[in-house]
């Protein structure tokens, strides 16, 4: 048996409801490192093919009141409480980073090599706040798939919302998740050879 606490810790961490989490957020140095650990990711290229939004105080009210305002224009009646809800979803937390994917024109490198690089910045942003004990999560909703949520963000055309990493204190200890079992989802050797090869 192989174990060290980084495999101990990515074993066994826990997202936090964004809903469950309350003040305080990482400190500017604590913010610093998981920026830091986020934006080492593999990168194929070195394209950095995404850009990182933190947002913190009355960014959240703004870029929450921009996305309410957008997805409730859709709709012939508003509704006054799901517009509230909608205005406050950044106010969960008191620190979001929002992660756009800035996929560029590339002769070789594909643009789904970049959208997945941006995934890996979303994750290493859930697990090194995770590992400095913060509570986290990553979080779409609908407001990630308006386009004037994106231009708010900095967003260009072609730009995509990888996810929203909410960053606070757990108010509450997250119960476990069913977990895929391995044998559901792993294969050892190519799945349509029975000898396993
Ligand atoms: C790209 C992406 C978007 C997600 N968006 C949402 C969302 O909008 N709402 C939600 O409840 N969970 C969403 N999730 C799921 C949660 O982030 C997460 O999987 C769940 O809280 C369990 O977290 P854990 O496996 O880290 O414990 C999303 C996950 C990913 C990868």
């Not at 072609?158 to 929203?164: H, P, S």
Request: proline share 7%.
């Amino acid at each position: 048996m192989v174990a060290n606490s980084t495999l101990e810790f990515l074993k066994t961490r826990r997202s936090v409801l964004a809903r469950n989490m309350t003040e305080p957020g990482p400190s500017a140095d604590g913010l610093r490192d998981i920026l830091s650990a986020a934006t080492r990711v593999p990168d194929h290229g070195k394209l950095a093919p995404w850009r990182l939004v933190v947002l913190q105080d009355e960014a959240r009210t703004s870029l929450g009141q921009i996305g309410a305002d957008a997805l409730f224009a859709k709709e012939d009646e508003k509704r006054v409480d799901a517009y509230a809800t909608s205005a406050a979803q950044f106010l969960r937390a008191p620190c979001v980073i929002a992660v756009l994917a800035c996929p560029k024109t590339h002769p070789k490198i594909p643009r789904s090599e970049m959208i997945l690089s941006a995934g890996a910045v979303c994750m290493t942003l859930l697990t090194a706040a995770q590992s400095l004990g913060f509570a986290a999560q990553w979080l779409t909703g609908d407001v990630a798939y308006e386009p004037a949520v994106l231009k708010a963000l900095g967003g260009q055309s072609g730009d995509e919302i990888a996810g929203f990493i909410y960053i606070g204190t757990p108010a509450q200890a997250p119960s476990e998740r069913a977990r895929p079992a391995l044998d559901d989802v792993v294969h050892f050797g190519l799945p349509n050879l029975s000898s396993g090869q």
